[in-house]
């Protein structure tokens, strides 16, 4: 079965402070994914990868950054944490084909910005 | 901004019951699906129709697409209280055909 890995469920980061949620794929997958989601917001695209250092941007990119320097791990960064970004965040990944298949999610990471 | 929107955003119905959810968007896909969120968890794949299917099965589950509308539809029959979960629709659009784009999600409730 694949296996999407974040490496925390719960978070508590101070205003200010750098934060780094992780996310390791086990499937070999190309393409990586990081949303938040918000009450009756749904699930918003950050950031995704389709390839090793390579990246887009999603719908709400700003105050994020990622990284990719592995095929199997996807980081994302808050620069500097605000408390609106409070949120679930859930990282996902697929197979790179054309026209997207199934994507697997991890667990989430609650991060809660005090 | 948001592709897709679900109907309705609650549903709360008897174990048993069948419920429907729908889902609408605005731009030429390549294919939609479904997912399942149980409370505070990652999502779960149900399932995926292609933007030349118009009916698909899976168990108790049943999706529609109606690509002249621009919608879809989950189905799911005989109900049970373990189906209590949050449904969202994503769809893959032609344009940026790396992504999913969610809704909002309909939250159902199974009352035993």
């Known amino acids: 079965d694949v296996k999407v890995t974040q490496s925390s469920r719960y978070l508590v980061k101070r205003t200010g402070e750098k934060v780094f949620l992780e996310c390791v794929q086990d499937m070999d997958h190309e393409n990586m994914f990081w949303y938040r989601q918000d009450p009756g917001l749904g699930l918003r695209l950050i950031y995704f990868?389709?390839?090793?250092?390579?990246?887009e941007k999603g719908d709400i990119p700003e105050g994020y950054s990622v990284s990719r320097e592995k095929k199997e791990r996807f980081s994302l960064i808050l620069e500097s944490a605000s408390t609106n970004q409070t949120s679930m965040y859930l990282c996902?990944?697929?197979?790179?084909?054309?026209?997207?298949?199934?994507?697997?999610f991890g667990q989430g990471t609650r991060l809660t910005v005090v | 901004s948001q592709q897709g929107e679900e109907d309705p955003q609650a549903l709360s119905i008897q174990e048993g019951e069948n419920a429907t959810m729908n889902c609408s968007y605005k731009t030429s896909i390549n294919n939609l699906q479904w997912y399942r969120q149980n409370s505070g968890r990652g999502l779960v794949h149900l399932i995926l129709?292609?933007?030349?299917?118009r009916e698909k099965h899976s168990g108790r589950l049943r999706v529609t697409l109606d690509t002249s509308k621009k919608s879809s539809s989950l189905l799911i029959t005989a109900s049970r209280a373990a189906d209590t979960a949050s449904y969202f629709c994503a769809t893959n659009l032609i344009q940026g055909a790396q992504k999913l784009v969610f809704g909002q999600g309909t939250r159902l409730t199974i009352n035993p």
């Open positions: 129709i292609r933007s030349n299917e």
């Open positions: 996902a990944s697929s197979i790179r084909v054309t026209g997207i298949t199934e994507a697997f």
């Open positions: 990868s389709y390839d090793v250092k390579m990246k």
